[in-house]
């Protein structure tokens, strides 16, 4: 069984920045996907960023150049900092884990507030 755990979230000023850390238990986390997710209220959830095996990282538009992910295989965590925050990136923030067994794990969230 994998379990996420998101923190780092919190109130930030526009054209702030914020450190989000997932941790997850379990041995597979190496040979998975990471992703990062939002969601706003009354919006679907979106991808925000991904980070495969190879380190290949692809973001959503709307945060290239201002988010970077990245993931530490020996600590078993994935990171997003976020740079330049803007008042539209409030949302809740979702750790996603693939393996490569086509299975997915979630995260309860981190809230992240963009607002002056």
């Known amino acids: 069984q994998v379990h996420l755990v998101e923190s780092g979230g919190g109130l930030v000023q526009p054209g702030g920045s914020l450190r989000l850390s997932c941790a997850a238990s379990?041995?597979?986390?190496?040979?998975?996907?990471m992703s990062w997710y939002r969601q706003a209220p009354g919006k679907q959830r979106e991808l925000v960023a991904t980070?495969?095996?190879?380190?290949?990282?692809t973001y959503a538009d709307s945060v290239k150049g201002r988010f970077t992910i990245s993931r530490d295989n020996a600590e078993n965590r994935v990171y997003l900092q976020m740079n330049n925050l803007k008042p539209e990136d409030t949302a809740r923030y979702y750790c996603?884990?693939?393996?490569?067994?086509?299975?997915?794990?979630w995260g309860q969230g981190t809230q992240v507030t963009v607002s002056s």
């Open positions: 996603n884990l693939r393996n490569p067994f086509g299975s997915t794990y």
């Open positions: 379990g041995s597979i986390f190496s040979i998975s996907t």
């Open positions: 980070i495969t095996t190879g380190d290949k990282i």
